[in-house]
């Protein structure tokens, strides 16, 4: 079947700028998360969905990213006013449920590139 | 917090050749350990892991043993093929109320030539 999609794959901004990131989870997956995937810092934990829900934003590094999840399937991930230090590739992955008893599946990324 | 700290790469071999690549963690519960590995141009893709201490993860010929007592999950192979080049990845879960959360090291790029 069908593993995660993210779009777009590539993505090209000026600083300032806003840009929306989408992940298309495998079909019932209830969990979602996003990483950071940035040359020095490796990959960073930014956010889990339940569902709808998101319980644990710990990793959102600051107020300008937030992400919301629909239908308890497509994710959104938006950062705003973007600055040159959010390049990095961002991945979503998905899995059955919450617990690591379930791998998670990495989608391909979206490099993210701020001018 | 937990930590995963892996070694350095790049890390070249040549075809045939033994590999390890050393993995150790800090963790504040029990830990699972993963090895995840993301070939170029792919996504990143679950390699092996281990649940608890003295379990030994294995596929496609890599091995890694949970080793509690130096909190350590090294990866080994015991002849690498070109088509192992890819970048490695040792990842922990923590137990507990948090359980879903990757925690990853920065990644080893292992290049192997024929």
């Known amino acids: 079947g069908a593993g995660v999609s993210q779009s777009p794959s590539n993505k090209v901004t000026e600083k300032g700028k806003d840009v929306e990131l989408r992940c298309d989870p495998i079909?019932?997956?209830?969990?979602l998360y996003w990483y950071r995937q940035s040359l020095g810092q490796g990959l960073e934990f930014l956010i889990y969905?339940?569902?709808?829900?998101?319980?644990?934003k710990s990793g959102l590094p600051s107020d300008r990213f937030s992400a919301e999840r629909t239908g308890g399937s497509v994710s959104t991930l938006t950062i705003q006013r973007t600055q040159q230090e959010d390049s990095a590739v961002y991945l979503c992955a998905s899995s059955l449920d919450g617990t690591n008893s379930y791998e998670q599946y990495f989608g391909p990324g979206t490099r993210l590139t701020v001018t | 917090g937990d930590s995963v700290t892996q070694m350095e790469g790049p890390v070249t071999l040549s075809e045939e050749a033994f590999l390890t690549i050393n993995c150790t963690y800090t963790?504040?519960?029990?830990?699972?350990l993963f090895w995840y590995v993301q070939y170029p141009g792919e996504g990143l893709q679950l390699l092996l892991k281990a649940t608890k201490a003295d379990d030994k993860g294995s596929n496609k010929g890599f091995e890694a043993t949970y080793r509690k007592e130096t909190t350590s999950f090294h990866l080994e192979k015991g002849s690498v093929q070109v088509s192992d080049s890819a970048v490695y990845f040792c990842a922990l879960s923590d137990s507990g109320g948090s359980n879903y959360k990757l925690t990853f090291g920065k990644g080893t790029l292992l290049t192997v030539n024929p």
């Open positions: 079909s019932g997956h209830t969990a």
């Open positions: 963790a504040t519960g029990y830990p699972s």
């Open positions: 969905f339940q569902g709808n829900s998101a319980p644990d």
